[in-house]
């Protein structure tokens, strides 16, 4: 089982075996758009699966798409022809036609970036909001964050609702639970998980417990014995 964290950005996702499970659900198809999430979703792995995907930074990838942000987040993962995206069906025959990952992932990278330099790139306002919000490790207010850019909290929602597909309250929500994801896979000892919540920016326990399950499913204590787990099996595999 993979988790698949939220990071506030949208992806596509090219199958080239067996369809895939995702949330206990099975997806059927060869291309997928993987819109902005606010929660981790689980991906299950088994031998015939084979997949290849990028990820968009916060903000890019919609207009390149045909599709705002905001539908895609409310739509999780979509088929390409749910979209009539006919450009991924074809790319996705392009690269079914490649042998190899290596070969896959150069030709997925140059037309996507053709793609790229023919589409709009996102507001330098949304820009600099999303810098404001991992420099501050999403821990800073909103009326701050609106104050730092001279804009009004409302221009502020609409502009991360259409260009990013998330409320700037949900955005920060995924770079603390992010930083405190980070923290525990360092944590050591007793304490180790309470100090976590203090580093990530919460005053208590009790709201990172609340914030980090609703985020990834699981506690603190449940995400941290799951790390641990898949650094014991790597280390057999070596």
Same mark, same amino acid.
């Given at each position: 089982?993979? &988790?698949l964290h939220p990071d506030g950005g949208l992806g596509v996702v090219f199958s080239f075996g067996t369809s895939p499970r995702r949330d206990a659900r099975r997806h059927s198809g060869p291309a997928w758009v993987d819109g902005p999430s606010l929660c981790t979703a689980r991906l299950e792995v088994n031998a015939g699966l084979e997949l290849l995907g990028v =990820?968009?930074?916060p903000g890019w990838g919609g207009a390149l798409l045909g599709e705002t942000p905001e539908y895609l987040a409310e739509a999780g993962l979509l088929p390409a022809q749910a979209l009539r995206h006919r450009a991924l069906d074809a790319l996705?025959? =392009?690269l079914q036609a490649v042998e190899g990952f290596a070969a896959r992932?150069?030709? &997925?990278? =140059? @037309?996507l970036l053709a793609w790229l330099r023919h589409s709009e790139a996102p507001s330098p306002l949304l820009g600099a909001a999303l810098e404001w919000q991992r420099r501050? =490790?999403?821990?800073?207010s909103i009326t701050a964050l609106a104050e730092a850019?001279?804009?009004g909290p409302r221009r502020l929602q609409r502009l991360f609702r259409r260009q990013l597909g998330l409320s700037p309250k949900q955005y920060a929500r995924v770079v603390r639970v992010a930083q405190g994801r980070a923290l525990i896979k360092q944590a050591e000892g007793p304490g180790a998980l309470t100090e976590a919540a203090y580093a990530a920016g919460y005053f208590d326990q009790a709201h990172f417990v609340h @914030?980090?399950?609703a985020v990834t499913g699981l506690t603190p204590g449940e995400y941290r014995r799951h790390v641990r787990r898949r650094e014991g099996e790597r280390g057999l595999c070596l």
């Amino acid at each position: 089982m993979e &988790l698949l964290h939220p990071d506030g950005g949208l992806g596509v996702v090219f199958s080239f075996g067996t369809s895939p499970r995702r949330d206990a659900r099975r997806h059927s198809g060869p291309a997928w758009v993987d819109g902005p999430s606010l929660c981790t979703a689980r991906l299950e792995v088994n031998a015939g699966l084979e997949l290849l995907g990028v =990820r968009f930074l916060p903000g890019w990838g919609g207009a390149l798409l045909g599709e705002t942000p905001e539908y895609l987040a409310e739509a999780g993962l979509l088929p390409a022809q749910a979209l009539r995206h006919r450009a991924l069906d074809a790319l996705h025959e =392009r690269l079914q036609a490649v042998e190899g990952f290596a070969a896959r992932a150069a030709l &997925l990278e =140059r @037309d996507l970036l053709a793609w790229l330099r023919h589409s709009e790139a996102p507001s330098p306002l949304l820009g600099a909001a999303l810098e404001w919000q991992r420099r501050h =490790r999403g821990q800073g207010s909103i009326t701050a964050l609106a104050e730092a850019l001279s804009v009004g909290p409302r221009r502020l929602q609409r502009l991360f609702r259409r260009q990013l597909g998330l409320s700037p309250k949900q955005y920060a929500r995924v770079v603390r639970v992010a930083q405190g994801r980070a923290l525990i896979k360092q944590a050591e000892g007793p304490g180790a998980l309470t100090e976590a919540a203090y580093a990530a920016g919460y005053f208590d326990q009790a709201h990172f417990v609340h @914030d980090f399950t609703a985020v990834t499913g699981l506690t603190p204590g449940e995400y941290r014995r799951h790390v641990r787990r898949r650094e014991g099996e790597r280390g057999l595999c070596l």
